[in-house]
Nanobody, 128 residues
Framework: QVLLVESGGGLVQAGGSLIVSCAAS????????MGWIRQAPGKEREFVAAISWSGQFTHYTEAVKGRFTVSRDNAKNTVYLRMNSLTPEDTAVYYC?????????????????????WGQGTQVTVSS
């Protein structure tokens, strides 16, 4: 059984930073692309970031480029999302997800339909 468990969400002031983590089990972690997807109140889920199997390649949605950094530690089966310069528009539930699809370029995994396994999400709230 695949299990993805996010942690590290919380309340932060605008301009602040936060790191969310996702621990994976029940899968071969180094064989999956890991992604971060968020859902703001009243909005659809949207892609945030993805990282390739070895961590060599990353891809971000335009809104977070230069502010967010995705990384992974395959020895710990964990993926991270460091978020800097947070704004109230970043307020959302943040989900990690795993994709065991074909070896395509990392931009392919900006399509959230490619992810087969999802965590339960962690709330990130940015106050103004």
């Amino acid at each position: 059984q695949v299990l993805l468990v996010e942690s590290g969400g919380g309340l932060v002031q605008a301009g602040g930073s936060l790191i969310v983590s996702c621990a994976a089990s029940g899968l071969t972690f180094s064989s999956v692309v890991m992604g971060w997807i968020r859902q703001a109140p009243g909005k659809e889920r949207e892609f945030v970031a993805a990282i390739s199997w070895s961590g060599q390649f990353t891809h971000y949605t335009e809104a977070v480029k230069g502010r967010f950094t995705v990384s992974r530690d395959n020895a710990k089966n964990t993926v991270y999302l460091r978020m800097n310069s947070l704004t109230p528009e970043d307020t959302a539930v943040y989900y990690c997800a795993a994709a065991s699809g074909p070896r395509r370029t990392i931009t392919y995994y900006s399509d959230i339909r490619q992810y087969q396994h999802w965590g339960q999400g962690t709330q990130v709230t940015v106050s103004s």
